[in-house]
């Protein structure tokens, strides 16, 4: 999850982690957080990882299709509905959309700086317009699966995991990866 303003320069998703924060006493639990940091800010990924000592395999697509449907232009961010199209396929996305949406991914690009630098971590972003990619095999690891490098999912996993190379890949940018399976909804993504 990515700590960024939606399409109205709101931040719905960090005044929901607040509320999480402050609901659970969290605030003292993150020992990154500063005192003059958000309550919210703690909670996402890019500030968690910084306590995590275990190596992590970091795994997303750039264009998380969760995400962009509830982080970067929630239904109600978009009360014009301008970009419903766009929310259920990125095909559909108009050029400034898309130009938002490279910023959404770059924004993604900048939060695995750190990571990068951990040499025992691994990541795989690819740049489908999808959710959830490990669950199913077709877009794990098969004939037909998305590649990053020549290589699908499951084998940067297995290379990070078994110690055979360091595994950092981080794909172009849509539309630029013919192996990706884009969803297309027909009502947002619920869940």
């Known amino acids: ?9 709101q931040r719905t998703l960090r005044a929901f982690y607040s509320d999480v924060v402050r609901l659970q006493d969290l605030k003292r639990k993150f020992l990154h957080c500063s005192s003059s940091m958000d309550p919210g ?3 996402f990924p890019r500030e968690v990882v910084k306590d995590i000592r ?3 395999f970091i795994l997303n697509p750039a264009y998380d299709a969760w995400q962009v449907q509830h982080v970067l232009a929630p239904e109600a961010s978009d009360p014009q509905h301008s970009w419903q199209d766009c929310r259920l396929d990125i095909t559909k996305c108009s050029p400034e ?9 770059e924004e993604l690009h900048d939060a695995m700086r750190e990571i990068k630098q951990k040499k025992d971590w691994g990541i795989f972003i690819d740049s489908c317009f999808i959710h959830c990619q490990t669950l199913n095999s077709v877009t794990w690891h098969s004939p037909s699966s998305p590649r990053v490098n020549n290589k699908t999912m499951a084998e940067a996993v297995g290379d990070w995991f078994f110690d055979r190379r360091e595994v ?3 794909d172009c940018k849509y539309p ?4 990706c399976h ?4 027909s009502k947002p993504f619920k869940g």
């Open 1 to 9: 999850m990515l700590n960024r303003e939606d399409i109205s320069k």
């Open 41 to 43: 800010q703690c909670f």
């Open 54 to 56: 275990t190596p992590v």
């Open 97 to 105: 959309q898309l130009q938002i949406l490279q910023g959404f991914r």
């Open 168 to 170: 950092k890949e981080l």
């Open 176 to 179: 630029c990866n013919p192996t």
């Open 182 to 185: 884009n969803l297309v909804f």
